[in-house]
């Protein structure tokens, strides 16, 4: 199955793959993406999986709860997709996810699965899917954005998240903001200073 998807160039040596939440679709992201990184390559799939009429990245069995070997089938498809796309359009690297509700988890499913695929992830509102350890992930940069209350995903969860996380060997920055599970303005400017800081330490060391 082929993927509905946006490609925008840039003029900096970064792309940015822009995963949706529930409801989402190619589109959504992307002036999100030009207000956090205005020159940055945007790579933004639709998801595949629809869910009362309406795309999502993989299925859920319930409120809350994640039918995880479809996660694992659908980070397989889009892996491909992403690989092939970095090659076709000439995307360049370091790739950091920008993910929002089910895209946020459905970039922690690629760095589940695919460890080596994101060059980092700036996960908006995720959950904590997989109960179990990650593979390791030494130094690969994540911020984690959650709301304190979000009815979505619970405190514990945000906790685990980070535990896991941390023992997978990711350099994490989180922070709990006072907000449910819809953005709000102020995290823009935490999200921009830490692409800023990582992007510039990427090139850096390249």
């Given at each position: ?36 990184r205005p020159q940055a390559h945007l790579l933004s799939p639709r ?32 892996a491909e997709f992403v690989e092939h796309s970095l090659h076709a ?56 954005l959650a709301g304190l209350r979000d009815p979505l995903v619970p ?52």
């Open positions: 199955m082929r993927f509905r998807y946006r490609v925008e160039g840039g003029q900096e040596p970064l792309t940015l793959l822009l995963l949706h939440g529930t409801g989402g679709d190619e589109t959504s992201l992307l002036p999100l993406a030009r207000a956090l998801g595949q999986s629809v869910e009362e009429g309406v795309p999502r990245f993989f299925r859920r069995l319930g409120e809350g709860v994640l039918d995880l070997e479809d996660l694992q089938r659908r980070a397989r498809e889009l359009h000439a995307l360049p690297r370091p790739l950091v996810a920008v993910g929002y509700s089910n895209g946020a988890n459905m970039a922690l499913g690629l760095l589940f699965h695919h460890p080596s695929l994101l060059d980092g992830a700036l996960l908006l509102r995720p959950m904590e899917p997989f109960g179990a350890p990650y593979p390791p992930l030494p130094g690969k940069p994540i911020l984690v405190q514990e969860a945000f906790q685990a998240l980070l535990g896991r996380l941390q023992e997978a060997g990711a350099r994490v920055q989180a922070h709990l903001l006072p907000t449910g599970h819809a953005l709000v303005q102020g995290e823009m400017a935490l999200a921009q200073a830490w692409l800023e800081e990582e992007v510039s330490s990427q090139s850096g060391a390249a």
